[in-house]
């Protein structure tokens, strides 16, 4: 069974940059639909950004577009959503999931649809403070 593990989080100035990282237990990730999702206390988890790793095509929550990007990096088991322009909502638990969908609907609406059955690593905090 694939696993997951979320790294970069930490304590950043409002307007700073960080870059998270997810990491698959394997040489690659199971499926070529990945995303990002945040979550904050009492609220569910919501999508972030999602990218289709063969044609390499990403779509973003409105929140983030023109700040965050998602991308996966050289190695084939690693993603990355680099985070600019921090802002205190912004501050929340980020996690990577794997998607069993087609490229198609390697959309937020769908991964969202799925996410009951996604497998997720143990998250990692950011927090945007003046």
């Known amino acids: 069974q694939e696993q997951l593990r979320e790294t970069g989080g930490q304590s950043v100035e409002i307007g700073g940059s960080l870059r998270l990282s997810c990491v698959a237990s394997g040489d690659k990730f199971s499926r070529n639909c990945l995303a990002w999702f945040r979550q904050v206390p009492g609220k569910e988890r919501e999508g972030v950004a999602t990218?289709?790793?063969?044609?390499?095509?990403?779509v973003y929550a409105d929140f983030v577009t023109g700040r965050f990007i998602i991308s996966q990096g050289n190695a084939k088991n690693t993603l990355y959503l680099q985070m600019n322009s921090l802002k205190p909502e912004d501050s929340d638990m980020c996690y990577c999931?794997?998607?069993?969908?087609?490229?198609?609907?390697?959309?937020?609406?769908?991964?969202?649809?799925?996410?009951?059955?996604?497998?997720w690593g143990q998250g990692t905090q950011v927090t945007v403070s003046s």
């Open positions: 990218i289709e790793i063969v044609v390499r095509a990403t």
């Open positions: 999931t794997v998607l069993p969908t087609t490229a198609r609907f390697c959309t937020l609406a769908a991964v969202t649809s799925l996410r009951d059955f996604a497998s």
